[in-house]
């Protein structure tokens, strides 16, 4: 006989539906999923969807979703799909292949080792369970997850058949949908992934083995006797002897029994088949508390949950543990109010709440404090929107009723459903009722506060009393010769410095002393002028705005946008250092795109200038980057530096005010440049046709001096020039650059390729390998080039990834794909792990998105033919990439301004210098696509243009000469 020992509840197992009175040999069907949502008829996961011809799907069950479901041990005999509304079209040669696996998520390939269990056969779905016989059983071993695979293809194509799905917590579901008649052989494709599993059902018959004990006991804890009993063991036993503990037995299989005396009683279940008996004792099963004490009843909260995994499984409240079943197992409410726990008043009140986890729970928790029989406002102890339990500490109220017990009520539920109220029943999840009593405090005093805020800058810190036992006396020293006798006093320092604090708490009983060491940081001197805008949030939503900041030693977290406007300039301080670039990371919302910018008033004129934009991210989330620190004007003094995150494309300027999100502004302090450069540039094209290179500084610790040598015998000191190569060859490039510290080399050997012509030809997808092209234009034909067709199958990905790059836009000029079967994939990112943009098929540009016009979010595009294997292939493609560039602005840029922006008009474009021979202004719309291009007239100061004609949004201006080129962002609206 095995002996268990107990809480006071245990969790109910879900168990399988006996279809009848069983013999050893009967099959039992074993259900997966809540037959509460089906797909509709044009989606997938789908195991009968005929919408593309032909389908394969690979569905992943985990060993311990089969046991959970009652499930041991045996074979299957068949597999069930649920349908909901069948489609009317026979599924040609429909199978059923089934494995043992190790894997524990589904992903983009195909798992092997499946045997076929049913099939190949013609189907015609049915409503309702439509069930696959095996012809010879599969054996489950009890403790391998298992893949179901299904596969047919037709040659008609209908709507799919709506069948019954549940959302699992991992990737359950492979799927390929596609009209290729190679469907169920081939592994390639293209494979989707989902968490919507179809709802199977698995006939089992058990292993022929005696059965083991197990069962559940609900409530384990009871204040009126009555407890529930429900067998789980395994191997389908067929009697069941009960002995309670009290001198009373039982033969039903899940019988309730009603203790008649308080106590704690051990229980014992035997069980029997025709193959054995076993034995299982649960020590201290069972706690009856009916004679005690009770809290006045309010408002019970009764309800009858349906979906398993939500509620309460544990509630700790000072030294009272009690664990419980979930809203299905131990019902809506639980009134354990006979379950009481002292406390003295003005002593601690410790409460923790644990939940289910099947979703997020919201959570709330009350005491009637004054024992009137309601839950009064004021009486919540306990709130958390979203999660799977929560906690909290606070000191018993000194108005709280004595000796008599108080009614404590915890509450849990879906995190969205409608918003708890001690009253009304939960949706989802569950309530239970504590009993808690307070009684006199005759203890001495426990010294505690807080401050706020802990580091000012203009004096002003609150103390609040956190004392235990009741004080009645207060004492302070604040370390600056000042004192007070308030429970919670305003303190305002007069000097910066750092301050101990000291707190003598007194009442009848006794005094207790705290000090707390260097507690509070003044700093009178970090106090910034009130800036010149302080946008305030329009209408906040839905998790827009800032979350966290990590830049240069700064580390802030905060709420999101529902904050507003915050100034925390006062203590929050970013110290960096001109000429160096420093990480930076913003914390946002994870599934939300935002715009987020990130302004410094370097000069400290109280305005945030078009050149002090010193980093952008637009639609992204927890974007990240580097900022590149200008020279300064302004040193060791703190600036405003400004952070904005809003929704997408709101934000026009620093002053704007945020629709959703939110403006956050802190303290910036720059260092002047101590360290000599360190040498660093970059060359655009650094394998050259026509031998002209751009060659672009990329040092750090601002020098002033750069002295280039090309390799060739040519040399330069502009910062970013230009050289003309003469010849073809291999060329290494040294740069030298110096500032006031020192000097830096750097050589790049043979960093330059100038190529015979006939090397210069357009880029071709690859067969195999991994083809990465860093030029910001060229050419890009399929595998058979720009003549011939393109080959069956895989091809390699080509990476297009210019250093530097904001955005990759393919232009396409030629495109044909056979429709539905090959495709062209466009991946946003390195490779093609990254997200999918586009797959493309069809003949014709007008069969592409945008008319055959793709960008990327990002500085890389990935481009991969995904053709079938069949013989047909048709022309391929022809397409051009460009790339747009972005930067912080460099004091030496001959942009002075672009103004007004934003503009639904003319705007002027002002030049710090005057225009040199060669100077060009370009303008390109979001998606890289030319709007404008102009030549500067020599000694040009202004150039005005119209944005009158073109579409709101984003727009990139650019001026280039012959010794770089120079960027800024326009914002157009109408």
Sequence with gaps: ???????????????????????????????????????????????????????????????????????????????????AVASPTVLEGFTVRMGLTTATEMDNQWLAGSTVVWGPQDHAAQTGWNVHPFATPFAWDGTSNLVVETCFSNNTQTDNSSMYRTATGFTSVTYRATPNPNVCTFNGGNLLTSVQRPDMRFGWVPLEAPPVAAFTVSPGFTCTGTVQFTDGSAFVPTAWEWHFGDDSTSTAQNPTHTYLSDGVY??????????????????????????????????????????????????????????????????????RGCAIDTVAAGAPFVLSVTTGTIAGHQLKAWVDWDGNGAFDAGETVLAVASGTG????????????????LRVRVMADYDLAPLLDPCTAPQFGQAEDLGLVVVPNTAAPVAAFSATPLFTCDGAVQFTDASQNLPTGWTWDFGDGNASNLASPLHIYGASGTYSVQLIAINANGQDTVLMQDMVTVDLDGQLDPPQCAPQTQGYCCGFGLLGLSFAGLNSTSADGVEGYMDRTCGNVATVEEGTVVPVQFDTDDLLDQDVYLWIDLDDDGDFANDELVFFALNATDPSGTVAIPQGTVYNTPLRMRVVADVVGNIT?????????????????????????????????????????????????????????????????????????????????????????????????????YVQGFLCDTTQMPDNGLLTVTECQGVLVDDGGAQDDYSPGLSAPVTIAPPGAEVVTLTFTEFAFEENFDFLAIYDGPDPNAPLLYELTGNGLGALPNGGVIGSTGPTLCVR????????????????????????????????????????????????????AGWTVTINNALGELVLREALPVGARKATFDAAPWAPGTYGLTVQGPDGRWARRIMVHH
Excluded: K
């Design 865 to 916: 033919q995904e053709a079938s294997n069949g013989p047909i292939t048709w022309a391929g493609f022809v397409a051009t990439w460009d790339c747009s560039f972005t930067g912080v602005a460099e004091r030496e840029d001959p942009i002075g301004s672009v103004h007004p922006v934003p503009t639904g008009g003319p705007f002027q474009l002002t030049l710090r210098r005057p225009a040199g």
């Design 1 to 83: 006989m095995r002996r268990l020992p107990a809480r006071w509840t245990h969790p109910l197992v879900l168990l399988a539906t006996l279809c009848h009175a069983l013999s050893m040999h009967a099959q039992i069907d074993i259900d997966l999923g809540t037959g509460l949502a089906f797909n509709g008829q044009n989606q997938y996961p789908a195991p009968y969807g005929n919408l593309a011809d032909g389908s394969r799907h690979q569905m992943l069950v985990l060993a311990s979703e089969l046991t959970a479901a009652g499930m041991a041990e045996g074979d299957i005999v068949s597999l069930a799909f649920h349908v």
């Design 266 to 335: 051990d229980v014992t279940l035997i069980v029997t088949n025709a193959f054995g008996t076993d034995t299982l004792t649960l020590t201290d099963a069972v706690t009856v508390s009916a004679g005690g004490a009770m809290p006045a009843a309010i408002c019970p909260p009764v309800n009858a949950p349906t979906i398993a995994g939500f509620g309460i499984t544990n509630v700790t409240m000072n030294d009272l543990v009690l664990t419980s079943g979930d809203a299905v197992s131990d019902g809506g409410y639980l009134d």
């Design 390 to 405: 929560g906690s909290a500490s606070l000191l018993v109220p000194v108005g709280a009723a004595q000796g008599v017990p």
């Design 653 to 753: 300027g620093p002053c704007d005010a945020p629709l959703y999100g939110q403006v956050e502004d802190f303290s910036a302090v720059v260092l002047p440049v101590s360290v000599p450069p360190t040498a660093q540039f970059a060359a655009s094209p650094s394998s050259t046709c026509d031998g002209v290179v751009q060659f672009t500084d990329q040092s750090t610790g601002l020098p002033f001096i750069w002295q280039w040598d090309f390799g060739d015998g040519g040399s330069s000191t502009d910062q970013h020039p230009q050289h003309t190569y003469a010849a073809p060859g291999s060329y290494s490039v040294t740069l030298t650059v110096e500032n006031i510290n020192g000097t830096d080399s750097e050589t790049q050997v043979d960093l330059i390729t």
